[in-house]
């Protein structure tokens, strides 16, 4: 594995006429060698159709190579699909044009090759774990060279700068898909490669890294004692879940929580001394209940130049945000608000966040209203119709800490556009991952078993399953589990 990715490479390729090099000799050297290859290859097509997934991180990805390469005097066309299967595959055209797929592909490679697409026709950039086939397709992914935090935004984002040196602007997007992609979550920050890309950011201007910050989503926009009391990790007694709890532990502290204009103060509108008083209390609140202080601080990757009070202020937000309007069928607009608008798209898009985060809300009350059931490692639920498939796995993750933190949830849902599918969307979390547990494994495995398709990571999955098999599916699922864990414990023994 490479300790440091960024090299000195001759930019500009095109200008140097380079890219006609034959591709091959660059295949399989490592990531960086593929990365340039994957730019080299770009660079000689007139017109690109962009396949991208509809989450933060693939709308993220759209924007960086569809930037890049319009820049580079290359037609673009995007096309966004919700996952790549038989039915969304015939989205993609089958026309002049070259076929980038970004955030999928990897695992979907046969389907690509069922579908009649030749290898040079197909370029993927992606951070799944690929799938072996037969046509052997240019890709450029982190994944089989270790780099498991770093998206497909952040591979998108080093293929740009490959082919402009320029395109150091784009980082904050590559900040966003990462951090949407939860590559942040299990360190409290970036990591590696994806670390590096938001300090060329921070370097640039253009991305605000703070290094000591608190680990708290919605530091942005939500009221500070709203976004203590939502989160749960840490969880802080006599605050999470507890929005009064919060406010009394705050105003004892003394310090004004509402300004001039009586508006509740967010996180970052709190001076580095209010927000040090704020940090220590809540420490001394964890340690008076022999709580580990070491989740409570973050680094966390702010945009300076958006507007205060605003979602588009921090990593966390906009990739919410972007997730509103791809989870909710608007890829478009998110990758419209990725290129600069801040008029239409950017009040459709605030409209499409205010929705989805009242269905999700509704969702999470619905899976802890109705409750779950539980095998001897899964616990699980149907929620018939009543929810979009793109957005139950988001229920089931938040649920998750609120019902047995010990167990991965699998959630189901009808397919409306195929009643004889099911969805299913698998989450964990990171001590489950500890003990061995890993959900991209069981969903690959159990849905091939039953003639479905599924993907994912280690700590969030999802498959579609013929219908008949979800019985069957779940147990399944429940004894890989089960063999992860003790593979685990032998490990260790
Ligand atoms: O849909 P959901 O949010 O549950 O997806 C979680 C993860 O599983 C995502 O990374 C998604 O790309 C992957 N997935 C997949 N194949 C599917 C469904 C989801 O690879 N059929």
């Not at 994806?194 to 201007?205: C, D, K, L, T, V």
């Amino acid at each position: 594995m490479e300790d440091r990715y960024f090299s000195t490479w001759s930019p500009d390729l095109r200008k140097n006429n380079l890219f006609f090099l034959n591709r091959p000799i660059y295949r399989m050297m490592g990531l960086s060698e593929d990365v340039r290859a994957v730019a080299w290859d770009l660079l000689s097509h007139e017109s690109v159709t962009i396949i991208s997934h509809i989450d933060a991180d693939g709308i993220t990805g759209e924007a960086i190579l569809s930037q890049a390469l319009s820049r580079a005097g290359i037609r673009t066309t995007s096309v966004f699909v919700r996952q790549l299967e038989p039915l969304t595959i015939r989205q993609v055209p089958k026309d002049e044009t070259f076929k980038l797929f970004c955030d999928l592909g990897a695992g979907q490679q046969n389907l690509i090759a069922e579908a009649g697409f030749r290898n040079d026709e197909v370029g993927i950039i992606d951070h799944h774990i690929s799938q072996p086939c037969d046509v052997d397709y240019l890709q450029v992914n982190c994944h089989p060279y270790g780099h498991v935090k770093l998206s497909a935004a952040g591979v998108a984002y080093l293929v740009a700068k490959e082919i402009d040196s320029g395109n150091t602007d784009l980082a904050p997007l590559a900040v966003i898909g990462n951090v949407g992609d939860m590559m942040a979550r299990e360190d409290c920050g970036l990591t590696g490669i994806a670390r590096e890309i938001a300090y060329e950011g921070s370097a640039h201007g253009s991305v605000e890294v703070r290094k000591y910050d608190l680990n708290c989503y919605g530091i942005s926009t939500r009221p500070l004692h709203i976004s203590l009391s939502y989160n749960d990790d840490p969880i802080i007694p006599g605050i999470s879940n507890n929005a009064r709890g919060a406010l009394r532990f705050l105003q004892k502290l003394g310090i004004p929580l509402q300004d001039n204009l009586q508006r509740w103060r967010v996180w970052e509108e709190f001076s580095c001394e209010e927000q040090r008083i704020i940090s220590s209390a809540l420490a001394q609140q964890l340690l008076a209940h022999t709580c580990s202080i070491t989740r409570l601080f973050c680094e966390s990757y702010l945009f300076p130049a958006e507007k205060a009070r605003t979602p588009l202020r921090n990593a966390q937000e906009y990739a919410t945000l972007l997730n509103a309007c791809g989870r909710w069928s608007r890829p478009k607009t998110g990758a419209q608000i990725c290129r600069g608008d801040r008029g239409s798209a950017y009040r459709e898009a605030e409209h499409m966040l205010t929705n989805h985060r009242t269905i999700i809300r509704e969702l999470l009350q619905f899976i802890l209203d109705t409750g779950v059931s539980e095998l001897s490692h899964l616990q699980f639920l149907h929620v018939g119709n009543r929810y979009p498939d793109t957005i139950v796995g988001i229920g089931a993750g938040m649920a998750l800490s609120k019902l047995n933190r010990e167990k991965p949830i699998l959630i189901m849902v009808e397919q409306p556009e195929d009643p004889s599918l099911t969805k299913v969307s698998l989450r964990a979390n990171e001590q489950m991952l500890s003990r061995g547990i890993d959900l991209q494994e069981a969903a690959t495995s159990a849905s091939e078993r039953f003639g479905g398709a599924g993907g994912g990571h280690r700590i969030a999955a999802g498959a579609f399953i013929p219908r008949e098999s979800e019985h069957e599916f779940i147990q399944y699922v429940n004894e890989l589990l089960a063999g992860q864990c003790t593979k685990e414990d032998a490990g260790h023994r």
